[in-house]
């Protein structure tokens, strides 16, 4: 019972950071508020999930998506997928995130190299990326702020 509550209250939450996020005057040059909405999305998982923010020129949330599913400890990312979506959203920049379900938030080599495929891939068709933010049991490292990116 207990746990359904906790689960509506964080659906309430991303719906209400969601609507703000879309609105027209709201950009995402929050990073405190965009790593929130990130954190209720993705820290409770029990599988690998990686998801991306699609955003206008503004920074403004077009969409978020669910790019792959993965296991306990991984999920394959597929750059072709990425750039044909944020083609379709007329994307000018992304934020990506993936979390880490053994709640240890540190980037892996292979997430550091997926990373600057997909950069590579994105900058092809002139999609800025802004950052790539893993997520752990209440804490995330951000590949901005470390000057990977």
């Known amino acids: 019972m207990q746990y359904q509550t906790h689960q509506r209250v964080i659906q309430i939450a991303l719906?209400?950071?969601e609507k703000?996020?879309?609105?027209?005057?709201?950009?995402?040059?929050s990073s405190a508020e965009t790593l929130q909405y990130l954190?209720?999305?993705?820290?409770?998982l029990e599988r690998e999930?990686?998801?991306v923010l699609y955003l206008d020129n503004q920074h403004?949330?077009?969409d978020s998506e669910i790019s792959s599913l993965g296991t306990i400890n991984a999920t394959s990312v597929y750059p072709r997928e990425i750039v044909k979506a944020a083609l379709t959203?007329?994307?000018?920049?992304?934020?990506?995130a993936h979390n880490h379900p053994s709640g240890v938030a540190e980037p892996?080599?292979?997430d550091r190299t997926v990373t600057e495929r997909l950069t590579?891939?994105?900058s092809l068709v002139d999609v800025r990326v802004l950052d790539h933010v893993v997520i752990g049991h209440g804490e995330s490292i951000s590949f901005a702020e470390r000057g990977w990116l």
């Open 15 to 17: 719906t209400l950071l």
């Open 20 to 29: 703000k996020m879309k609105q027209k005057s709201n950009s995402l040059h």
């Open 39 to 44: 954190r209720l999305q993705l820290e409770l």
């Open 49 to 51: 999930v990686f998801m």
């Open 60 to 62: 403004r949330l077009i």
């Open 89 to 96: 959203h007329n994307a000018a920049a992304v934020i990506r």
């Open 108 to 110: 892996s080599h292979a």
């Open 120 to 122: 590579k891939a994105l």
